[in-house]
Nanobody, 115 residues
Framework: QVRLVEFGGGLVQPGGSLRLSCTTS????????MAWYRQRPGREREFVSR???????FYADSVEERFTISKDNAKNTMYMQMNRLKPEDTGVYYC?????????WGQGTQVTVSS
């Protein structure tokens, strides 16, 4: 059974930091491209960042230079370090993995940036 489980969401003040984790099971993690998406209040789900099986990284313009995606193949886990958080970063953050025609989503973790 494939599982993607996010951890690390919470409430943080503007300018603060959070580190999200996505632990996976049931997939050959090192082959998969992994990504973070988010759904902000009243908006469609949107791309945030992506890391390929080879380790290449991509970011949405809105988070470039503030967020850093990484992964640990030995732990089957993906991370996203989020710095200099803004209120507009508030939303549910989802872990996503794909390889060929296979694609999977996590259940999401809430991030709230507020004073």
């Amino acid at each position: 059974q494939v599982r993607l489980v996010e951890f690390g969401g919470g409430l943080v003040q503007p300018g603060g930091s959070l580190r999200l984790s996505c632990t996976t099971s049931g997939i050959n993690f090192r082959l998969y491209a992994m990504a973070w998406y988010r759904q902000r209040p009243g908006r469609e789900r949107e791309f945030v960042s992506r890391i390929t099986g080879a380790g290449a990284t991509f970011y949405a313009d809105s988070v470039e230079e503030r967020f850093t995606i990484s992964k640990d193949n030995a732990k089957n886990t993906m991370y996203m370090q989020m710095n200099r958080l803004k209120p507009e970063d508030t939303g549910v953050y989802y872990c996503y993995g794909d390889w060929g025609k296979n694609e999977y989503w996590g259940q999401g973790t809430q991030v709230t940036v507020s004073s």
